[in-house]
């Protein structure tokens, strides 16, 4: 009997792989905030400094972080450019996708402008609108230059949408100075908000959504540096625990929204990936996995975390008519999780998508080259 299952199994499993179909993704476009930010927001608001990009860029590209980010993994594995940034006006090429992510965006608008609290303008509404212009013009355009450049429609319904936001919701509502029982209060706004994003880009055509959750940003030295916590408030990794709910309530809510999506849109294909467990794992397993002080950042200035809001990664003054870099790399960014104490390393990037890659940790579990919608296959 025992033997009998197993064969019925193992002849399932067969099937699955397969009716499996790569998908063959002709674009990627890719909606958020820093956490796969390929430039926007340096676009608009200048450069980020050395030495960002130095481990695989060799120089600075837009990216907070030291290489690639998860995006870029992404991108590499699907066989496609890395995801040019929309507010790029200078030699972009749309045709395989467009990332209209920037470092520092909400899904919800602000009332405080970029220089007060450095929250990104381009909030997932604003994000929403620039995506809408960009079919639009895509379509329509008649011009055979822009036509090299910009999408076709069926890239446009058959790429893969990315959606990786949240973090910078629930950090600013604790920077407006909610208490935890606020800031909870305020998630299904936070949801609602981010389910009308991803309803207009299906009325737009897309199909085909991978959506990570947001990660636990309780662990992150920003974070701890801002907001000094009691010891009942920290975990047994020295992570910020009430964050870390927090991230996990917003992320209930979040693959509820999805389920709900699903519903009313049985054409398209939804992935909820638990990015969160990821990045927990890479920083609570660090050194299982090779990785040294996961709660410091590896470029920064100072204090416990090796980071100082007032003189972050790359921060230099100068003295005498010389530049003294102040904020500078660590010796090997290689075994080192966290970046600037904001984000992750190239090296911790990397680790992060190996783990999602292939559907481990996604709902339902599909492969990231699988993740079309049904009708396509
Ligand atoms: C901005 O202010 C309005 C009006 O007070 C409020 O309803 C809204 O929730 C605020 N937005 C955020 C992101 O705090
Ligand atoms: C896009 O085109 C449609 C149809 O022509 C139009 O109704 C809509 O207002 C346009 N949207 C934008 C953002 O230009
Ligand atoms: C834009 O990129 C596509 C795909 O990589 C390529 O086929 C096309 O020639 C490029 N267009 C221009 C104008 O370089």
Not at 2 to 30: D, E, H, R, W
Not at 38 to 43: D, E, H, R
Not at 101 to 119: C, D, K, L, P, W
Not at 247 to 252: E, F, G, L, S
Request: glycine residues 8%.
């Amino acid at each position: 009997m025992g033997s009998y299952k197993f064969i019925f199994f193992a002849t399932l499993t067969i099937q699955c792989v397969f009716a499996a179909k790569n998908c063959n993704f002709p674009a990627i476009f890719n909606f958020g905030d820093s956490n796969s930010d390929t430039g926007g927001l340096a676009a608009s608001f200048g450069p980020i400094p050395s030495p960002s990009g130095e481990t695989f860029f060799h120089s600075p590209q837009g990216r907070d972080c030291d290489g690639r980010l998860v995006i870029d993994f992404i991108a590499q594995s699907l066989g496609l450019p890395f995801v040019h940034p929309y507010l790029d006006s200078i030699g972009a090429n749309f045709t395989r996708g467009a990332n209209f992510a920037t470092a520092g965006s909400t899904i919800r608008r602000q009332n405080t402008t970029f220089f007060q609290t450095g929250y990104s303008p381009f909030s997932m509404d604003v994000q929403s609108w620039q995506y809408d212009q960009f079919v639009n013009r895509s379509l329509s355009t008649k011009n055979a230059v822009f036509k090299e450049l910009l999408p076709t429609a069926d890239s446009i319904s058959n790429g893969l949408y990315t959606i990786d936001v949240g973090q910078n919701d629930l950090t600013s509502a604790y920077v407006q100075g909610m208490t935890t029982e606020q800031v909870m209060a305020e998630v299904p706004d936070m949801i609602k908000k981010l389910v009308i994003v991803i309803q207009n880009i299906y009325w737009n055509g897309g199909r085909s959504f991978w959506i990570h959750n947001t990660g636990p940003f309780g662990c992150l030295p920003y974070v701890l540096d801002r907001f000094p916590l009691t010891a009942a408030e920290v975990d047994k990794f020295g992570c910020g625990s009430t964050f870390n709910s927090v991230a996990q309530y917003y992320n209930k809510k979040l693959k509820e929204a999805v389920v709900q999506l699903r519903k009313q849109f049985p054409l398209a294909s939804f992935t909820y990936v638990d990015i969160y467990s990821v990045k927990f794992a890479v920083i609570t397993k660090a050194s299982e996995l090779g990785f040294e002080h996961p709660l410091m950042a590896c470029c920064g200035h100072g204090g416990k975390y090796n980071f100082n809001i007032k003189w972050g990664c790359g921060y230099t003054y100068w003295i005498h008519g010389k530049p003294v870099q102040v904020a500078k790399s660590c010796k090997d960014p290689s075994v080192r999780v966290n970046w600037d104490g904001y984000h992750f390393t190239e090296a911790a990037n990397k680790w992060i998508f190996n783990q999602i890659v292939n559907g481990a940790y996604s709902d339902p579990p599909t492969p990231i080259s699988q993740a079309c919608s049904a009708k396509d296959s």
